[in-house]
């Protein structure tokens, strides 16, 4: 039996699954506001000379390749997965994947790589527009 919050909590709390949603999503846009500011980041990671700040709980919970090392171990990542890392990264705290016709087999290489089901779903789902 479900609570009215949606979670089989049993709490009684009332909140709607809108508001819960909506609740979620000012959570990760605060997350994403602090990894800007380079708060509370707690996992560094170098790729092709370039440094990435970010949370470890995010990293882990939507990367099975973070998940399974635990923070504090070291990561190497290819070189060559900068540019496409900064945008898993950026899709980690906002949900979004700037997918286009050209990065989209390299996008879909490094979410295989790095255990990332639901970018490997809009990868494989995405359709360019074709112009006419």
């Not at 380079?38 to 990671?45: E, I, K, R, S």
């Not at 190497?76 to 990065?103: I, W």
């Not at 979410?111 to 494989?124: K, M, T």
């Amino acid at each position: 039996r479900r609570c009215r919050c949606g979670y089989p909590c049993g709490c009684g709390c009332g909140m709607s699954a809108a508001a819960a949603a909506a609740h979620s999503v000012r959570v990760l846009r605060e997350l994403n506001r602090q990894r800007a500011a380079g708060q509370f980041c707690d996992a560094t990671l170098g790729v092709g000379g370039r440094e990435f700040r970010a949370h470890w709980p995010v990293l882990a919970s939507c990367s099975r390749f973070f998940r399974a090392r635990g923070p504090g171990a070291p990561v190497a990542l290819p070189d060559g997965m900068a540019d496409t890392f900064q945008l898993l990264l950026d899709f980690f705290y906002t949900g979004r994947l700037a997918l286009t016709a050209h990065n989209r087999a390299r996008l879909l290489a490094a979410a295989e790589h790095l255990g990332v089901p639901d970018a490997v779903a809009l990868c494989r789902a995405f359709r360019p527009r074709i112009r006419r």
